[in-house]
């Protein structure tokens, strides 16, 4: 079975403040990561991937990420962050050993950055 | 390139109607999901197939749900009866490689549907 925890409903930052998005996986062989954000009323779109390599990957928007094998985490984090950064943000996974699994999504974090 | 495309956007109907929601993804892209997404939850996976054939549907309620992609691009979903509980955003995604691969999804802007 894969599934991945967010553990923040929402997460509050200053507009200028670094932010930290939480995410924590469980899959039976290694993983694929992902992040994605959702604006209000659309889609999801892609942020950024972990397949294998450098453990920090860079994405979209100056988004990057951390992989961390020994904590099964993949945080998900901004140097300084934008008003227009607020949205939800969603974490999956996939085990690339298991078979054709689709993505399985976290429950996601509402990211909430003030003026 | 053009995105994923849905419709409807919305759609309203009384619990026992039935509904369908049409899918057009990736010119291109083989695999292709659909997802249920309630209101203050992650999308769930309902159905994935790659060209013309299912590839999971294990979380599909086949009592009420049915999907197709008889051609290997367009993607219909249909609810018959509709529940209150299914009221939800309809998501579907597609992906240029093969089912259990690296590549990204590609996600529409989803039909939100209201059951009265």
């Known amino acids: 079975a894969q599934s991945v925890a967010q553990p923040e409903d929402q997460v509050n930052v200053a507009e200028g403040n670094p932010l930290t998005v939480k995410c924590t996986y469980s899959v039976s062989g290694n993983p694929y990561l992902f992040w994605y954000v959702q604006y209000p009323n659309r889609g999801l779109q892609f942020l950024l991937k972990y397949i294998t390599g450098d453990n920090l990957v860079k994405g979209s928007y100056g988004f990057e990420a951390e992989f961390n094998k020994s904590q099964t985490s993949f945080h998900l984090k901004k140097p300084s962050a934008l008003v227009s950064d607020s949205a939800l943000y969603f974490c999956a996974v996939r085990d690339r050993d298991t078979g054709r699994r689709a993505l399985t999504f976290g429950s996601g974090t509402r990211l909430q950055v003030q003026p | 390139e053009a995105g994923v495309a849905q419709s409807p956007r919305y759609k309203i109907i009384e619990k026992r109607q039935s509904v369908a929601f049409w899918c057009n993804p990736i010119s291109g892209h083989a695999t292709l999901y659909w997802y249920q997404q309630i209101l203050g939850q992650g999308p769930k996976l309902l159905i994935q197939?790659?060209?013309?054939?299912?590839?999971?549907d294990s979380q599909l309620p086949k009592d009420r749900f049915s999907a197709e992609r008889l051609k290997g691009v367009d993607s219909t979903l249909k609810i018959q009866p509709a529940k209150l509980e299914d009221s939800a955003v309809y998501l579907c995604?597609?992906?240029?490689?093969?089912?259990?691969?690296?590549?990204?999804?590609?996600f529409g802007e989803g039909s939100r549907l209201t059951v009265l």
């Open positions: 995604a597609s992906s240029s490689g093969l089912a259990g691969g690296a590549g990204e999804l590609f």
């Open positions: 197939f790659q060209n013309n054939g299912v590839v999971d």
